[in-house]
């Protein structure tokens, strides 16, 4: 994306009694925590006695339900939320140093693996800056923007990308967009993405003006129906041949400029099949479904960002935000 990600915490409304026993977390940040440190997971709860289920979702955030084996255990929900909240922290601050990490040596190893095609500017197979040393001259100190964030050498006629304006070696920038049309630093796509969304649903749009969102209460609302009929997964999909169930999905934006502008994206996206895609369920635990593909939608008018409706003031900004790594633009 255009900015760093920034994964919220925040809780949700209490559910049967005054003690609050959800979370919401990024996706990003549980499924690293569920898939890289099960048993930090494990331990917290075999420690606080208090089971943690997913129990909604959204494109892009989780919403964990804990529970106790018996009522009357507050201060212990409590206590569990508590240490929970501490490791989705510290698994959050793992996944930005392991993505930084990831981007760093996968650009090494794309440029090292070209070989002799750096030629002049650094020994094939060597120590060469393919291999992540800096050229001759240089240091690791110099200056961030003279550093090529691939090769980690001097720039070499930079060449700076069009969108998000980061700089690169121009033979560097040029073989990573070969292997993906894509930022090596923020993942923002240039060229146009095509998703695996199913290719028979359809997208339909209406207008209520006596619907009134939080937040917008000057405009009305634009109410969006997503449906598709059931299906059988192509080769594109994680199981060809198996079939997967309909669905329909409504989500809404206030009818003003910027949601009009939002819904123009929304459809560009709709037509690249990005806004879905068929996997498994993290809700109900099914495979085979159709389900969101991280862009984030509000499917409840009223709720704030918790219950993934309005009020949410910066949410037309942040979504705009997830369409423009995927290459959604207006231009």
Not at 117 to 129: E, K, S, Y
Not at 164 to 188: N, Y
Not at 278 to 299: E, F, P, Y
Request: proline share 7%.
């Amino acid at each position: 994306m255009g900015s760093p990600v920034s994964f919220v915490l925040s809780r949700m409304a209490a559910c049967g009694g005054a003690t609050k026993n959800k979370l919401t977390v990024s996706k990003r940040v549980w499924d690293f925590l569920t898939k890289e440190s099960p048993a930090k997971l494990a331990r917290l709860k075999e420690e606080t006695k208090v089971s943690i289920l997913v129990d909604g979702e959204t494109s892009d955030i989780y919403v964990l339900q804990l529970c106790t084996p018996a009522p009357g255990t507050a201060n212990g929900l409590y206590l569990a939320r508590k240490a929970l909240k501490a490791l989705l922290k510290e698994t959050e601050k793992e996944l930005k140093k392991a993505q930084r990490h990831g981007e760093m040596v996968g650009c090494v190893a794309l440029l090292d693996k070209s070989g002799p095609g750096l030629g002049a500017r650094g020994p094939a197979g060597g120590g060469g800056r393919a291999g992540g040393a800096p050229a001759p001259g240089c240091s690791r100190d110099e200056e961030p923007d003279r550093q090529c964030p691939i090769c980690l050498g001097e720039i070499q006629n930079m060449k700076t990308l069009e969108k998000c304006r980061h700089s690169f070696c121009e033979d560097c920038i040029t073989r990573a967009l070969q292997v993906k049309t894509a930022c090596p630093m923020c993942g923002r796509f240039y060229g146009q993405l095509v998703g695996n969304q199913p290719q028979n649903g359809r997208m339909l749009v209406t207008k209520d003006s006596s619907l009134l969102l939080p937040g917008y209460e000057k405009f009305g609302t634009i109410i969006i129906q997503y449906v598709f009929p059931p299906g059988v997964q192509g080769v594109e999909h994680p199981n060809p041949g198996v079939r997967y169930p309909g669905t329909t999905r409504v989500a809404y934006l206030p009818d003003c400029p910027e949601g009009n502008k939002v819904l123009g994206l929304f459809r560009k996206a709709f037509d690249q099949r990005l806004t879905f895609t068929v996997g498994t369920s993290m809700t109900t635990g099914r495979a085979n479904v159709i389900t969101w593909n991280d862009i984030h939608h509000k499917t409840n008018c009223t709720g704030g960002p918790q219950l993934f409706g309005y009020p949410d003031p910066t949410y037309l900004a942040r979504v705009q935000e997830e369409l423009r790594a995927k290459g959604i633009t207006e231009d």
